[in-house]
Structure formats: structure tokens, C-alpha cells
């Protein structure tokens, strides 16, 4: 991966795109991305090409101190006018991608705003992203921490009602990453992002599954993509398990390079299966409670390495020969083992989540996305009970 900028790769998934013979629909993306130590004093120059002379700028108490900043500093001396939209946390101290954030950020972005931009991890990017689809606004990306794979995407996980649900939305036309800030970041925070990617290994096999039994979309191409940023991330635990600016350029060209292999498709099958699906019923389930939400990438690699014992015993069970996607999965143990080197949780227990809580996600997650998986299988077809 190294050796070639991710804008050039981004040429090259296009051109790949255009010739690809899987028969479904590809998007062209044209995003402007800066990875590089120092990438935030680029911001206003893309900011003056693109002649945006007026933005707001999102961010809460931690991604102020992160790199906001800093940004709101390079802006004002730049000359570009400059509103700060602050958002506090809840009483439970967090901000959450629900109706009330939605509000916050709609009631704070003016008319005349040329550009949003984004400082943040996962859940202020979802904001931004759905409230500037709204308003027809473009946004600018600043990721704080290399945590999710999401800062490219077109979809807006949102909780209404309680439940995580998807919306159309946008993603940024440019991403400014800077190594410095990536670094600093909290190594549990870089660890989410490690196991978000590891989650692409029962992603991309419930990817096969749903292509072989539930005859949905599928392509060569966006498959490769993310493969070869999940094995780069596991070529590289060590150095992402460190925390250096080596280990964050990694870990977060492949957190991209994920993104888009679901931009390309405009789905997010190739990153999002079982794993992903029992992430979120966990997340409603603590949101119900009023619990602390848990890091989304902590609770997809934890469970990526249970599901991976799972779906090998679905292959030694032999009932299906599509099941043969789920044979070289790594065993659980590895998979925890990887994800505690990285500093994150690899347990439930480690999560703080019951048994109870499991079962009933591993029961009922399947029922969140009309998407077959082998959690599909293992709750609907196996047992002949419908949804």
C-alpha cells in the first residue's frame, strides 16, 4: 500500500470500476484525500482553491482540544470566516448521532455557510454528513482518530426512536488526516479502528454467503479492496499496536480504502456483516438502558472473533457448500489475541457486556438489515423460523 498516494489508488478503483464485468451499478468517487504529518495546515489552501470563504467548523469538548484548534487558528489567519459550532455532550457526557444532535447541528449551520467541516471520529461525521445532504452543503472531513472506517461513507447511521437505522446522506469531498493528531489520539480509540478492519474477515465471508444463498450484489473488485486492507492491518498489528505515526498512516489508508470499496458499490456489504449487525443491537440495547455507548470498533472485533468460531463449525457442518467462504477463518483465539495487542477489549466480558446480552443479540441482531448472513441462517433457515 505504501509507495502511492491514496488519491492515485482512488484514479485507479476508478478506472478498475469502469471495466469491471460484475454487472452492478459502480460509483465514481472523486474525493481529495491528505494523509500526511501536518496535513491540517493544507486545509485552508483546499479551502481558498475551492473558494469557500465562509465555513463552520463541528466539533465537541475532545476534538476541540484534538484539532480544532488548530484549524480555527490556520482559519482566522487565513482570513476565512470562521463559525465555531460547539456540541456538548448529553447528561450522559457524549454526543450521540440521535434527533437531538441532528437539531443541534441543523440549527447551527447557516444558509450562507459555503462548507462544514467535520472534527471528529464516526458519530460527528454522521452528523455532519446527514445534516449537509439535508441543506445541500458540501463537508470537509477531519478525522481526529483513526477509529472507523465510515469517514468516507454516503450513509448516516442515525438512532430515531431508538433504533440504529441508516439514512442517505453524503461523504466529504475531501479528508484531511493529519499523522500528528492520529497519534495522539487514545490507543482505545486506534484499537476500535483495528477492530473494525478485523471485522472484515466475517464481513467479507458472510459477503460470500449472501452472494451464493440470498443472490445479492456482489463485486470482485470492491471485495479485493478490502481484503487487501484487512490483510495489511494484520501484516502491521505491531506497529498499529504501537501508536506510532507509521501504525496510524496504516491502519487509516486501510480504513479508507475500506470506505470507499463501499462508496464504489454504494453498500456497505463488503465491510458490514454479522459482526457489524450484533454491534448494533448491543448499542440499542445500552442506549435503552442508558448505559455508556461502547466504542462501535470495539464491539465489531469482538464480535468478528466469536462469529469466526461459529461460521467455521457452520463449514464442518457441511450443510451448504457456500459455506466453504467461512473455512480459513481465523480462529477466535488469534483474533483476540490480535485485538488485545492493539490495547482494545477482545472479551464481552471485556466489554461489559452479559451473557444475557449476547444471546439475545446473537438471537435477534439478523432481524436489523434484510442482509443474509450466516447469523441469517443460523436463526431463520437453520431452525425454519421467519423473521
Request: aromatic share 6%.
Amino acid at each position: 500500500m505504501m509507495g502511492i498516494s491514496l488519491n492515485e489508488r482512488i484514479a485507479e478503483w476508478n478506472k478498475e470500476a469502469g471495466q469491471c464485468t460484475c454487472g452492478n451499478p459502480h460509483r465514481t468517487v472523486e474525493m481529495h484525500i491528505c494523509l500526511e504529518d501536518g496535513a491540517l495546515a493544507q486545509l485552508t489552501p483546499y479551502l481558498s482553491k475551492q473558494n469557500y470563504k465562509k465555513v463552520t467548523v463541528v466539533f465537541d469538548e475532545h476534538t476541540k482540544q484534538a484539532a480544532g484548534d488548530e484549524i480555527i487558528t490556520y482559519l482566522k489567519s487565513a482570513g476565512v470566516i470562521t463559525k465555531e459550532l460547539f456540541l456538548p455532550g448529553n447528561t450522559g457526557g457524549e454526543v450521540v448521532a440521535d434527533e437531538a444532535f441532528i437539531v443541534k447541528v441543523l440549527l447551527g449551520v447557516s444558509k450562507d455557510t459555503d462548507a462544514v467541516i467535520a472534527v471528529g471520529s464516526g458519530t460527528i461525521h454522521d452528523l455532519v454528513r446527514f445534516v449537509c445532504f439535508k441543506m445541500n452543503k458540501p463537508f470537509v472531513s477531519v478525522p481526529t482518530a483513526a477509529s472507523v472506517d465510515g469517514f468516507t461513507s454516503a450513509g448516516a447511521p442515525l438512532i430515531v426512536d431508538g433504533t440504529k437505522q441508516t439514512f442517505q446522506a453524503i461523504p466529504p469531498e475531501a479528508i484531511f488526516a493529519d499523522l500528528s493528531v492520529l497519534a495522539k489520539a487514545p490507543q482505545v480509540m486506534t484499537a476500535a479502528g483495528f477492530g473494525d478492519m478485523l471485522g472484515k474477515f466475517t464481513s467479507l465471508a458472510d459477503w460470500k454467503i449472501s452472494r451464493d444463498l440470498g443472490e445479492e450484489p456482489y463485486c470482485p473488485l470492491a471485495y479485493r479492496m478490502t481484503e487487501e486492507a484487512l490483510m495489511e492491518c494484520v501484516h502491521h498489528v505491531n506497529e498499529i499496536a504501537e501508536g506510532s505515526k507509521q501504525g496510524v498512516r496504516i491502519l487509516m489508508e486501510a480504513l479508507i480504502a475500506s470506505g470507499i470499496s463501499m462508496l464504489i458499490i454504494d453498500h456497505s456489504r463488503p465491510a458490514s456483516g454479522g459482526e457489524h449487525h450484533i454491534s448494533h443491537r448491543l448499542e440499542m440495547e445500552f442506549l435503552q438502558q442508558g448505559k455508556k455507548a461502547i466504542l462501535h470498533g470495539a464491539k465489531v472485533g469482538v464480535a468478528s472473533a466469536l462469529l469466526s468460531d461459529v461460521y467455521r463449525s457452520l463449514y464442518e457442518s457441511g450443510q451448504e457448500e457456500a459455506f466453504d467462504a467461512y473455512k480459513d477463518l481465523p480462529a477466535r483465539e488469534q483474533m483476540q489475541q490480535w485485538l488485545s495487542r492493539t490495547g482494545g477489549p477482545s472479551t464481552i466480558q471485556e466489554l461489559g457486556v452479559t451473557d444475557e446480552q449476547l444471546e439475545r443479540a446473537m438471537r435477534t441482531a439478523h432481524t436489523l438489515r434484510a442482509r443474509y448472513t450466516g447469523l441469517k441462517y443460523l436463526n431463520e433457515i437453520k431452525t425454519g423460523h421467519e423473521a
